[in-house]
Every structure is written in C-alpha cells, then in structure tokens.
C-alpha cells in the first residue's frame, strides 16, 4: 500500500463489530451474512486497522511483519476451523504511521504475534480474498478505557487516509454463562447492558460507555472482564460530531453473548 502520509482518501467509516464463536466462520448464519453484506458495501480500504479483543499484552503493539500468520487461538473446535488461513498481507508503512500518530503510549513493533480469530472470523466473510493489508493493534493490560479512549482518538486521521478501523470483541461476553445452543435466549441482565450501550451509542454519550460499571450488577455479569469491550471504547473514540451510529448486526445468542456490530459514519 501507498505509505497513508502519501495520500487522501474518503473518509472510512469506524465498525465494532461482536465475533462471538469461531464457530461463525464456517456457518453461513444471519450475523456471518451480514459481515458478508457490509464487506460489499463498503469502499474497498486501503489498510484494515483491527483491535481484536483476543491479543493483550503488556505495552501496546503492532503487528508489523510482511506477511502476518494466522493464528488458531480455540481449542475443542472441528478440524475445519484450525484448517483455515487467513493470508492477508501486513503493513510495516501502515505501522509507522500509527506510531507517528499516537503520542499518548509508545507503539511498539511485533514481529510474533500475527492475525487472531478476533480479525479474521470477520474478515473471512467481510474480505474473503485477503488481498487487502491488515495490522494488529493489541490491548495494554496496564491502561484505563479512558487511556484506551485517547488512544482510539490519536487514530482518527488514518480514516480519512484509506484505513478501515475494526473493532473485534463483544459488548456482552461471559463465558460462565455461555451456553454452546446459540438459541438459547439471552439472560435479561444481557439484554439489559445490550439494550443500555445500544442507547449509549445513539446519544453519543461516550462518557456512560467509558464508566459502563455504573449499570451495576448488569455491567459485572456482561463484562466480567474488560477485553471483548475494549474494542468498542477505541471505535467509539474515531467518532466525530456530525457523524451517527448504525447497527449492521444485532442479537445477544448463547444467553451471554451480544453479537451487536456498531458502526459510526
């Protein structure tokens, strides 16, 4: 790709999108068709920029290898699944400008990690020739969702340079709830948070979204660990004032997992 200093483009929109089980990539199921629908209707990016809930780290990194791996990061899946590659070019340029741009953390190159069924369970259906450069970003276990936030705020620039910016996790994730019938209906403290971000989002009020353990009881059960929400905080963040949400995907399925996808143009 064009190093993104180097040229403009139309400004990307800015997408959340809820992964959920790996098990999405080979079913052709309501929320893997709606990845489909979104990848051709949207404007080809340049670079694929995605904070997937499954890389936490200690620091903040980038994957900035040519050609990243796919990794198989599940265990007690079909053959299928681990038999599946992902082999979507990376963008050392594209990290270079990340790191240019973001001044509130140090951004540091990766050369290990590579690609995570957080990022490519969606690309798969979404970009499904891989044919377009995507990096990692990873989840600093050491920083707030406000430090989040402004991270997310410092990458604004890459939308208007060609860069989609991919947020993979899911609002409610609770594995001690999840039940592996995806019929199974959500628990009304599930669709409760669900509902509660939902009007978060369309208010734009970031600031219940960053304290979102305000709900309560429903915010301890949806998020009993902040990974699979983080992801939202940095989409949020990319947001700009004229610009409102939309939801290409909704559902909470398993009883503890909200497939709910967000995107902000």
Known sequence: MNTPTQSKSAKMPALFLGHGNPMNVLEKNPFALSWELLGRSLARPKAILSISAHWETYGTYATAMDKPRTIHDFGNFPQALFDIDYPAPGSPELVQRI???????????????????????????????????????????????????????????????????????????????????????????????????????????????????????????????????????YIIALQDESERVTFPVEGVVSGAASMRGAMIS
């Open 99 to 233: 790191q240019s741009l973001v001044t509130a953390t140090e951004v540091l190159p990766d050369h290990n990690w590579g690609l995570d069924h957080g990022t490519w369970s969606v690309l798969c259906w979404m970009f499904p020739k891989a044919d377009i450069p995507v990096v990692q970003f990873s989840l600093n276990r050491n920083l707030s969702p406000r430090q989040h936030y402004e991270i997310g705020r410092e990458l604004k620039p890459l939308r208007s340079e060609g860069v989609l910016i991919l947020g993979s996790g899911n609002i409610v994730h609770n594995l001690d709830f999840f039940d592996p019938n995806p019929c199974t209906p959500p628990y009304p403290w599930a669709s409760s948070f669900d509902d509660s971000i939902k009007g978060f989002l369309l208010k734009d009020d970031h600031e219940s979204i960053l304290n979102f353990s305000h709900l309560g009881e429903t915010a301890r059960l949806s998020v009993p660990t902040p990974e699979h929400f983080l992801p939202l905080i």
